[in-house]
């Protein structure tokens, strides 16, 4: 079992930033291969950005990429994305994720409740 618990988010104004944290427990943090997604309002969940444990690479959606950065701190269990240059279309609910198999297949993942990121115009 993995326990994931987002925080960070609130409402921002249009070229803003914002700096979210997923704290994980349950299993050995920098072994993990981690992600974030985002789900806007009537829309399906979407990737955003995913950092592994391998090589710490990341990956981003092409929407985000420039703007965001996602990074971790082994040491203190915590993942998180810095989000810079917002705009209104980044509104979402935004979830870190963890694979439950070692497949690295996020449609079958731990999943933290979320959190809320508004951006304003």
């Known amino acids: 079992q993995v326990q994931l618990v987002e925080s960070g988010g609130g409402l921002v104004q249009v070229g803003g930033s914002l700096r979210l944290s997923c704290v994980a427990s349950?299993?050995?943090?920098?072994?993990?291969?981690m992600a974030w997604f985002r789900q806007a309002p009537g829309k399906a969940r979407r990737f955003v950005s995913e950092i592994t444990s391998a090589t710490g690479s990341p990956t981003y959606a092409d929407s985000v990429k420039g703007r965001f950065t996602i990074s971790r701190d082994n040491a203190n269990n915590t993942l998180y994305l810095q989000m810079n240059s917002l705009l209104p279309e980044d509104t979402a609910v935004y979830y870190c994720?963890?694979?439950?198999?070692?497949?690295?297949?996020?449609?079958?993942?731990?999943w933290g409740p979320g959190t809320r990121v508004t951006v304003s115009s």
């Open positions: 349950g299993r050995t943090f920098s072994t993990l291969d």
């Open positions: 994720a963890v694979p439950r198999g070692t497949n690295g297949n996020y449609a079958d993942a731990y």
